[in-house]
């Protein structure tokens, strides 16, 4: 019984120290001494079943990576992250010459993509107890589970006050850059009824349009000379039904015109204003047909 109970206990202790962060000084002759703190995670696909998480701060720059992930030469790699069962975020880097390790560069929200810092991703390494890692690609797919215990020591003896500043600094600055954005929102809405109002001041009103194709009937290119409407009124009614219909989902009509769909017979359409954009082609749900005095009568 005493037997078993030291393996168990071996195997606990194993197992934990796999979860546990770890922080070391490396000795690198070109970069000198630095700090490096690291985790080992589980779960994967054999022979990539035992990933590292791994931050370190050389002379230049911070490098955070994770090694053994899988064959990260694919295009399209991507880490999706998951802290305590419950925040997600999203990450992008560059693979590594041996193609089994990527570098984060990015990191994001999960669902709206808002770019964040990688000090953002140390924060939550610090503060969380848990962590899950799906990496994808276009050849790989591999999912890890990884412990925080003592990630908070660990991290700080590698970044020291880095963290909070540069992710305090990164608030302090959201709400400038939220301004900048509702900014350039207004400008651009602005710019759109300027130019619908430019374009407006040039228009008819819907009536003359009207009146004026129940006048001279017309393709969209050109009059058609010597046709006539039989129904003029009825004919203008139903049109404008139609109209009333469509300047809901499409705007504001600038053009009514016929086009020929088969010999002797035309169909309705529109042309719309909406958002600086003109939308040509909009049926009109209406067909005519012509007869042998030239005249358009409306087939129902």
Same mark, same amino acid.
């Given at each position: 019984?005493?037997?078993? /109970? ?93 193609? =089994? ?14 770019? /964040? ?85 040039? *228009? ?7 009146? =004026? ?10 009059? /058609? ?58 049926? *009109? ?10 005249? /358009?009568?409306?087939?129902?």
């Amino acid at each position: 019984m005493h037997k078993k /109970l030291s393996i168990l206990l071996s195997i606990l202790s194993i197992g934990l120290s796999a979860q546990t962060w770890t922080s070391s000084v490396v000795n690198d002759p070109w970069d000198g001494d630095y700090q490096i703190a690291f985790t080992i995670g589980s779960g994967g696909k054999s022979p990539y079943a035992n990933p590292v998480l791994r931050i370190e701060k050389p002379t230049k720059g911070l490098n955070i990576y994770i090694k053994n992930l899988g064959y990260t030469g694919c295009d399209n790699n991507l880490l999706e992250f998951i802290f305590d069962d419950e925040r997600k975020y999203r990450a992008r880097g560059t693979s590594s010459t041996t193609q =089994d390790a990527i570098f984060i560069e990015t990191f994001s929200t999960y669902e709206n993509k808002e770019s /964040l810092t990688v000090y953002h991703l140390l924060n939550e390494l610090t503060k969380s107890s848990n962590l899950q890692i799906r990496f994808t690609s276009n050849c790989s797919l591999n999912t890890f589970s990884f412990g925080l215990s003592g990630s908070s020591r660990a991290v700080f003896s590698v970044l020291s006050k880095d963290i909070i500043f540069t992710k305090t600094q990164f608030f302090d600055s959201r709400d400038e850059r939220a301004k900048i954005k509702s900014d350039s929102i207004s400008k651009f809405k602005e710019t759109i009824r300027m130019k619908n109002d430019s374009i407006k001041s040039t *228009l008819k009103s819907e009536d003359e349009i009207l009146n =004026d194709f129940i006048t001279n009937p017309c393709t969209f290119n050109e009059k /058609l000379k010597g046709f006539v409407f039989n129904e003029k009124e009825k004919i203008q009614l139903l049109i404008e039904k139609e109209l009333s219909f469509n300047t809901r989902d499409y705007g504001e009509i600038v053009k009514i015109y016929i086009e020929e769909s088969s010999p002797g017979f035309y169909r309705l359409y529109g042309q719309y204003l909406k958002d600086a954009e003109l939308k040509q082609g909009v049926s *009109l749900y209406k067909v005519f047909q012509i007869n042998k005095l030239n005249q /358009l009568f409306l087939l129902e």
